[in-house]
């Protein structure tokens, strides 16, 4: 067995940016004491390039949490009024947060005053980048949350109107994203099979062929059988049925069900396929339909004759990979970061130098001019808002008074109008405002617990001797690890020879099988909030360090830094079978919890119970018309969490 120091646990290269959660606490005690430094101030204005522990760190969620638990009043003291006035205040900074302040000062005018008041030290929520410099001088960016654009072919004309204003053209990622790259350079993808779980370690390549590479597997005979057969010629598992009647019954089928009480495999196979639904669904595969697992690309339904459309039953994400028309190459280097940048340029142009999409991968942010007194836009990071209440009656009132934590201080602006772009359960704590009706469709929204973690190795040689670009590893506490996406533009290059430094990008929903699917995530989420930096940095060494051996990959030597992204509240709850009897025809909890009142509309992913950019994009069109009017001849917005339906192919 490894020890520490074999992994190279002692090396302080990995955390050399890494801040203990209990240094950047900011409770509400915190209020009558001076402000800890910050992650912001470790970094000289710079978080992108912070490593370690980032995402929903401590220091991001703590005053929230005091609220919610009901501590933060009792001695938060009189708050101290900034004199500010806006005419838009925006509560959260990520996708949906930005785009409302873009739209409202494109809507409303230019001269417009706006404030966006941001909990963490970065802007973008989940679109968050990470950025690197490797022993050899090189910059690396990657992502650390939100992946990509998916499907610019089913964008509402408003998302393509907004993206076109901030200079995102997505056919031009057809030349950025090298899809060639691994088959270039001989890779392909491989399972390692942990010995914990399967008996043995052991990293197999697969190939076209499950009879090519499963027998090298350290399953049961009868799994490899079973597998092989599923893979390769599955059969028929519901003969006699009508394709009406399949459909039907495997629409209330768990994939966990098929395996078991239909294809009658081996146990084993569940557990190789646990998690293969959980990144794409957010749920493992006894928490997914047949129907969802096999527009997931699951196994066993070729022989089933089961057409080739999307049924009405299906998650939004289910019917779009069923009809997706779009190769998945829309993707900046930082992934949705780059969206994120584009915004910000758009509100205020001095922080974010350059004008093409190319300029936003290198350029570096100027964090010190996001909040300057004098500009029309102001981005205020490290603030965590805690009450927002309307002056006087809703119905009349002419202002809306938004109170906030900043350096351990409890301050106020006032507002002409605000957008709520948080997530759904945090709205309830922050108003009482509310009919009963909506706070309960607020907490609906459960999101699902997850973790991106980058790892900057110093060379990808391991891969190119084993001839892989990234492998799973089912049972093991990361779901894999994979190469980065192979992007370049403008001045930044992706990795070229094996000698090249390179990204690797590994992956974790926890989750708890077994309950329903809100109660998996909230399960998942309490694990991961116990999980410390050490114990994940352990298990990627681990990992890799098992995985890569035959590629002579050694951890200690190899990994010279490690960023988690940990998102205890990560993406937005997507409604589906079987725990949804209301999907998909409603009503849906989404209609009632987006209700504006006063003053105030909500705009985020969850007001469209879909993670995705457009969506976040999409949701803010709607929260920004609510409060202004919708103009004279705008174009409509997909106000379904999912594709039109008139492009779902529905069977």
Known sequence: MSTDRDLGMGRAVSRRDFLDGAALTVAAAALHRPFIRSAFAATQGYPPKLTGLRGQHEGSYSVMHAVRDG??????????????????????????????????????????????????????????????????????????????????????????????????????????????WAEARGLSRAVFFPKEVFGADALVKEAEAAADWVPQTPLTDKAKQDLIALIDSPADYLPGLSRAEKLERLSKTTYAQFLTELVKADPQLVTYFQRSTEGYFGVGIDGTTCLDAWANGNPGFDGMDLGDGAYPTMSPSGRLARTDPDDYIYHFPDGNAGIARAL????????????????????????????????????RLSSTVVRVKHQGDPATARSVEVSYVQSGKLRTVEA?????????????????????????????????????????????TAFAKLGIDGFDAPGHFWSGAEIDFPVSMGGYRFADTPEDPVLLHLSKVPLQPGLSSREQSLAGRIQLTQLTFEEMERQIRDLLGRALSGGSFDPARDIEAITVNRWSHGYAYEYMRPWDPFWPDGPLPIETARRPWGRVAIANSDSGAYAYVHSAIDQATRAVRELLGTPAGAPAFADFPGPPRDQLGLL
């Open 344 to 379: 910000v340029r758009a509100l205020v142009p001095a922080a974010v130098p350059g004008s093409g999409m190319e300029d936003l991968v290198l350029a570096p942010v100027d964090y010190a001019k996001l909040d300057l007194d004098g500009q029309p836009a102001r981005i």
């Open 416 to 460: 002409g109008h605000v957008v709520l772009a948080c997530w759904h359960r945090v709205i309830p704590f922050l108003t009482e405002e509310l009919p009963a009706a909506q706070v309960e469709a607020l907490r609906d929204q459960q999101k699902v617990p997850l973790i991106y973690t980058n790892v900057l190795i110093r060379n990808w």
């Open 71 to 180: 501590t933060f009043w009792d001695k938060a003291g009189a708050p101290e009024p900034t004199g500010e006035h806006y005419d838009l205040v925006v509560v959260g900074g990520g996708i949906s947060g930005l785009a409302a302040a873009v739209q409202y000062r494109k809507q409303a005018g230019a001269d417009v005053r706006v404030l966006v008041l941001e909990n963490h030290d970065d802007f973008g929520g989940h679109a968050r980048r990470n950025e690197f410099t490797s022993a050899s001088g090189r910059t690396i960016i990657g992502y650390g949350g939100s992946q990509s654009l998916q499907t610019p072919s089913y964008f509402s004309p408003a998302v393509n109107a907004l993206l076109a204003e901030i200079g995102i053209e997505p056919k031009r990622f057809e030349d950025y994203y090298d899809q060639g």
